[in-house]
């Protein structure tokens, strides 16, 4: 049992982390990784034997990293350590019925805070320079995001954020969230609508398969009138924001005339979807030459040129990118070994988060986004794919109440 001196200890060390992390997620990479830290001195507070397996099995993609990384005798410790971040997830996550669920509950309407301002002021800013950033978005640019964030990472957070105003709103009515209805209502009109403004094509994956995969959970177990009716929104919501909204319209031109360029074999320089399928063809060219064992981060560079040549991509050498989605970034570094332990992993958590119907469309979502950004080669990503969904599971499961 915790003393009350620990349990306060335990509450103040997860607050002080959470905010870190937040505002980390936007501003700061260091408050990002003290965020990390602090959310695990709780459970050095009360170790219990059951954490144990947990611990584990949720350090397994840093294990396979640390094992790959000793059998090719080439340790990476900036690359070491940035995997070293599941191990503070796992002492993180391991209790993850203890946490609090009022603080968690407070923690994500400041997430909803922050990212409703951050789309507010992008947006503002947006519409001040119009005509310029319409015109960029026809040449693969993307709407500036008013924090220190890349505008896909950007995307994912907002993406989160309104499904979960979606959930509360429309599918789960019984529980409140702090906000009544019609504030929630305000919110999520926001937020949907600078998704659909700052046409993120990752954002927008996510944000779709997310509700789709949400939609398809009610339609099956508890069809009724809402889930019917939110069914047909989603399927004429992207036909809508292209006749209204011009930054989604330049946007989906601009992916048709990448499509185009890739298909018919134009030239694909200056067009960011075909720099990513060129970049996979390269990965697996490289893959398919050493599929037991892969490469070091080291080599990363160096492999991935002769992918280019080996592939025979007509990407100019400043157009060609690094290795853009996580599928092929587990083979290429870890080998075959290291995929099937990385499946097994996702496989893992989204069996400890199954009670949650939120958690596990925002999970399916980021797994589709990995398609097109490797999440989990940078620090952002893997706190995206990893705490928020936990806050959801957390917020979402009101009967681990430990008050």
């Known amino acids: 049992m915790q003393s009350r001196k620990q349990q306060a200890l335990a509450i103040a060390f997860s607050f002080l982390g959470a905010i870190s992390l937040i505002i980390g997620l936007f501003f700061s990479s260091f408050l990002l990784s003290a965020g990390t830290v602090l959310l695990t001195f709780p459970t050095f507070l009360n170790w219990k034997k059951k954490y144990t397996p947990i611990v584990f099995l949720l350090s397994v993609p840093f294990l396979s990293v640390l094992f790959s990384s000793l059998i090719q005798n ?16 796992a002492l993180f996550a391991c209790r993850k019925h203890e946490l609090e669920y009022s603080l968690a509950r407070w923690i994500y309407l400041l997430l909803i805070l ?20 319409n015109n960029s978005l026809l040449r693969s640019k993307s709407i500036p995001i008013l924090a220190k964030i890349e505008h896909i990472y950007f995307g994912l957070i907002s993406c989160s954020v309104s499904l979960s105003l979606f959930y509360f709103l429309f599918l ?51 069809p009724n009138k809402i889930v019917k009716r939110s069914i047909l929104a989603l399927i004429l919501l992207p036909i809508l924001s292209f006749f209204v909204l011009p930054s989604f319209q330049n946007k989906m031109y601009n992916s048709i005339e990448d499509l185009d360029s890739l298909i018919n074999r134009k030239d694909i320089n200056h067009k960011s979807m075909a720099q990513r399928v060129e970049s996979w063809r ?24 002769k992918g280019y040549q080996g592939s025979k991509s007509k990407l100019f050498v400043q157009n060609r990118l690094d290795i853009h989605t996580q599928y092929l ?42 398609v097109l950004e490797p999440l989990l080669e940078r620090q952002l990503g893997f706190v995206i794919f990893l705490y928020l969904p936990l806050l959801l599971w957390r917020i979402e499961n009101v009967e681990y109440e430990n008050d």
């Open 172 to 222: 789960n009515q019984k529980q409140q969230f702090l906000l009544n209805r019609k504030t929630l209502s305000i919110f999520f009109v926001i937020n949907i609508l600078s998704i659909h403004i700052l046409s993120s094509r990752t954002g927008l994956v996510v944000l779709y398969v997310g509700l789709a995969s949400m939609l398809l959970t009610y339609l099956i177990k508890r």
């Open 114 to 133: 922050v990212v409703t301002s951050i789309n507010i002021s992008s947006i503002i800013n947006y519409l001040y320079h119009f005509e310029q950033i």
């Open 329 to 370: 970034a587990e083979p290429f570094f870890r080998g075959a070994f290291g995929l099937i332990l990385f499946i097994f992993f996702v496989v893992y958590w989204f069996s400890l988060l199954s009670k949650s119907p939120l958690a596990i469309a925002n999970l399916i979502g980021l797994s589709f986004s990995m």
């Open 74 to 89: 080439a340790l990476n410790y900036n690359y070491l350590l940035l995997k070293f971040s599941f191990v503070l997830f």
């Open 282 to 305: 390269a990965a697996y060219w490289c893959i398919s030459k050493k599929p037991i064992r892969g490469y070091t981060k080291v080599e990363e560079r160096e492999v991935m040129a």
